[in-house]
């Protein structure tokens, strides 16, 4: 892949006319966009629909997890939209759920490992006994049996995961920060470089870019990182 289907802008930003501020002010210099909570519920799967009809990819972050039953009409009516990627919570009956649900379409699920706003202190706080990287590496196996596209992962996690799941499953890494970068909210960050050396697919950027005053340049500076890696 080109540099360019590696990253993805993540548009989480409260109104959909701040998202396509964000999206023409960066115009051709990115084509992947993240769209999760924030702007779902504000208008933002209209919005998808727009960016994938204006020849845009779509990551939709809903991070899926119910019934077996509600999962897969969820994903049916999702793959209609024409997304690329979709997140699933890494659970193995939602995965295998979701994965039926979408078979012949085109629609990559991802399996949500860890959120890299949390650490092992975290985990153990919300009753797992295994830290981080074991429960990173037990949901990737399992994401791979259950025949999903991919995983969602820290980008520390990325080499491990790779050796997991084999070549052909994309590695999606959020929490990435180039150097000298304020980390916000995210405990486990790695530079877009270090990330596609571990073997990351997909590097998903959010504030760096969106917050910048200078967009397009932000974005241009991440492309040279991930291509020179």
Not at 58 to 87: P, Q
Request: proline fraction near 3%; hydrophobic fraction near 50%; charge should be negative.
């Amino acid at each position: 892949m080109s540099a360019d289907e590696r990253l993805i802008v993540a548009l989480d930003v409260p109104t959909v006319g701040e998202a396509a501020a964000i999206v023409a002010e960066l115009g051709d210099q990115v084509s992947f966009y993240k769209i999760g909570y924030q702007l779902a519920f504000a208008g933002g799967l209209d919005f998808a629909r727009e960016l994938v009809a204006d020849g845009r990819k779509v990551f939709l972050d809903m991070k899926l997890l119910d019934i077996d039953n509600t999962v897969a009409k969820g994903v049916e009516n999702i793959a209609r939209t024409g997304v690329s990627m979709l997140t699933i919570h890494a659970y193995p009956k939602a995965m295998r759920a979701a994965v039926e649900a979408a078979s012949g379409s085109g629609l990559s699920l991802l399996g949500v490992t860890v959120l890299t706003s949390m650490d092992d202190g975290d985990l153990a706080d919300a009753g797992y006994a295994d830290g981080a990287q074991a429960l990173v590496a037990r949901r990737a196996a399992q994401a791979r049996d259950a025949g999903m596209g991919g995983i969602v992962c820290s980008a520390l996690e990325a080499a491990a995961v790779r050796q997991i799941v084999g070549p052909s499953m994309a590695v999606v890494t959020p929490g990435i920060r180039p150097a000298g970068t304020d980390k916000g909210d995210q405990k486990r960050v790695v530079t877009p470089a270090d990330a596609i050396a571990a073997g990351a697919s997909h590097l998903v950027v959010g504030r760096p870019v969106t917050a910048a005053v200078d967009k397009p340049q932000a974005a241009r500076s991440i492309l040279a990182q991930i291509a020179s890696a």
